[in-house]
């Protein structure tokens, strides 16, 4: 009888400090992309190929961090929500996004209307339907504009969840959540074969190898390596791999000339990330623990909902207002001024307000079980 491995002593389940500093590095990536590459030059004075040409060549790779950000989250998430409800997941996952985005979109909007730039409409983007259609986290399903233009990808992270929430309603065990990954690989290739754009929104088909790869980790992870789990991971970044001329194209037709970049170098970035959370997990790495890792960790987050909607217009208000620092300053200003808001977000608002709202989501999923007391009869 085929036996299911068993999970890997506590020590091993101790916080991977590596995986949090990777998340930094793919926001610090997106945030060199916005910054140096897909923007106008006027940003900061000279061009960006003036006075970083190095930097802002490599830049041109930076958005690949939101594909670094969906490969760890394949590995974390599996791992947060391994033995739980669908409804502990849904609550843990709110409790955790939610807060800090709020945040975000409340600043975002507070700057719009204090501080509007001169390309932007301001009666329409704060409208009371925008704002309220922003705050779902879900603008563009409901056919708004995003406030929060790095937005789009909590929309396919929170698709991510919903995949994650009905495999929950099965439980998770090693086989089926290596049947899942299976059956979503396979319903890629038959989204790409037949060009459906109702399974390709289904199943995420560009972004399907990055999740299941990082399953395929935290599989390795928590129950130690094997053949089969050698060839999930190798399945899914062929076809990850093979799906990523398609992001190629996409950028170069929404940034234009200053975008194009090589399917080569950015399959070797993307493969040295992979390379890099393995060591991270199941390699020599996961033995750091370097406290300064998980507090950059815990920036990630906030610093990467911030960094765009904020940072520019930032840097735009200093490039008119401070003309006697260099472009180097000012964009050393803007993202140290970005990382020292993060921060600010994630000790006032993210964490006390996370806190409270998973308590008494908490409760609210106690309601009603088993375990629950009766309410009292109300006195007549």
């Excluded at 923007?39 to 041109?60: D, Q, R, V």
Aim: aromatic letters at 12%.
């Amino acid at each position: 009888m085929l036996q299911a491995p068993t999970s890997p002593p506590a020590r091993q389940q101790a916080r991977l400090a590596v995986v949090d500093g990777m998340r930094l590095i793919a926001a610090l990536a997106v945030a060199g992309f916005h910054y140096l590459s897909a923007i106008s030059p006027a940003l900061w004075g000279p061009s960006p190929k003036e006075f970083a040409y190095t930097l802002h060549h490599a830049s041109m790779y930076g958005w690949l961090g939101v594909e670094a950000f969906f490969l760890i989250s394949g590995f974390v998430i599996c791992m947060s929500c391994w033995g739980r409800t669908p409804g502990q997941f849904a609550a843990s996952r709110i409790s955790r996004l939610y807060p800090a985005y709020w945040c975000a979109v409340a600043l975002i909007v507070a700057r719009i209307a204090l501080i509007p730039l001169q390309t932007e409409d301001v009666s329409s983007l704060i409208h009371p339907r925008v704002v309220l259609a922003n705050l779902t986290m879900f603008p563009a399903a409901l056919h708004a504009g995003l406030l929060d233009g790095v937005a789009w990808t909590l929309a396919v992270e929170a698709h991510f969840y919903v995949l994650m929430a009905l495999l929950l309603v099965f439980g998770t065990t090693y086989h089926r959540v290596m049947g899942f990954c299976v059956v979503w690989l396979t319903a890629g290739i038959i989204t790409s074969e037949t060009n459906n754009k109702f399974l390709d929104d289904l199943v995420l088909s560009q972004y399907a190898g990055l999740f299941v790869a990082g399953i395929a980790v935290y599989l390795m992870y928590r129950f130690g390596q094997n053949l089969m789990l050698w060839t999930l991971l190798g399945f899914a970044w062929c076809y990850e791999l093979s799906v990523l001329p398609a992001r190629l194209a996409g950028h170069s037709r929404e940034w234009g000339s200053a975008v194009l970049c090589s399917w080569t170098v950015a399959s070797a970035l993307l493969t040295a990330f992979l390379a890099l959370l393995l060591l991270a997990t199941i390699g020599p790495l996961a033995r750091v623990r370097w406290r300064w890792l998980m507090t950059a960790g815990a920036l990630t987050y906030p610093f990467y909902l911030i960094h765009q909607s904020l940072g520019l217009p930032m840097a735009a208000e200093l490039a008119t207002h401070t003309p006697w620092l260099g472009p180097w300053a000012r964009l050393a200003l803007t993202t140290g001024s970005m990382l020292l808001l993060a921060w600010l977000i994630h000790r006032l608002v993210e964490k006390p307000l996370g806190r409270t709202l998973r308590h008494h989501l908490d409760r609210a999923l106690a309601v009603g079980s088993p375990a629950a007391p009766a309410p009292r009869p109300r006195e007549a």
